[in-house]
């Protein structure tokens, strides 16, 4: 959906809060620290009639894939800074006792997050004035660009699909370790088709997400009904038989 990055980061956002503060502690400000931290890099003026930029709203581009990569990356780094600065007893106002919780925790927070988004809207101008091309234009060209580039070939696939099963192969759950990285480079792939459907063009990412989780996960992460059909046919013992037949 072409507004996936606002959810995306909020979420990221909001998850990294709750490990770190624990989820009494963060309440619902990590998730909307995070989107105000990626609203402070993000570009919200373009050329109206040939004119001087004006204020006119996110592009759609950047509310969809192309802001993903971004969003997540400022979701994580800006709320690991506002909880550095959380944990700082001298940049916490202190209300009375006789104040309610919700509002004296609001109060707590409201230095670490000011803190919070000035760093990341200097970086974001920092980064407009060093290069002339915003942070998101950035990242897509720098890193998301390439990455999908090599991600979406065969021989990455198969790197990726072998690391996950080596993963597996000493007891861990080799998508959920990868699944930052594959989401990060095939998502955006993905829906550039959806993109591109929509506007009558023909889809052009072979490889995406999608693909991914049809060819590459039939069946389960690793592939298992492989495993199921061949405990099936060949298998002996009766306990693997019957997971065999739940599964």
């Not at 309610?100 to 803190?115: H, N």
């Amino acid at each position: 959906i072409s507004c996936i990055t606002v959810g995306i980061t909020l979420g990221i956002a909001q998850e990294i809060g709750v490990w770190n503060m624990g989820a009494e502690r963060a309440g619902y400000i990590p998730g909307l620290v995070g989107l105000a931290a990626w609203l402070s890099v993000t570009n919200t003026s373009h050329m109206v009639d040939g004119a001087k930029e004006a204020f006119t709203g996110i592009a759609g581009n950047e509310l969809g894939a192309t802001g993903l990569f971004t969003g997540m990356i400022i979701g994580v780094l800006s709320v690991e800074l506002f909880c550095f600065f959380e944990k700082q007893d001298a940049l916490k106002i202190k209300m009375p006792e006789q104040v309610p919780p919700g509002v004296a925790r609001a109060f707590e927070v409201l230095v670490p997050a000011t803190i919070t988004l000035i760093i990341t809207a200097c970086i974001g101008s920092a980064c407009y004035n060093l290069t002339g091309l915003y942070l998101n234009d950035v990242i897509k060209n720098g890193i998301q660009g390439p990455l999908g580039a090599v991600g979406a070939t065969i021989p990455g696939v198969m790197i990726i699909y072998l690391v996950i099963m080596l993963f597996w192969l000493v007891g861990i759950h080799g998508n959920n370790m990868l699944s930052a990285v594959k989401e990060a480079l095939f998502t955006p792939l993905a829906l550039e088709n959806v993109e591109a459907f929509n506007k009558h063009q023909t889809p052009k990412n072979i490889i995406n997400m999608y693909a991914l989780q049809m060819w590459g996960e039939f069946g389960g992460s690793g592939v298992t009904i492989g495993l199921v059909i061949a405990i099936m046919i060949f298998g002996k013992r009766e306990d693997n038989k019957a997971i065999a037949t739940l599964s």
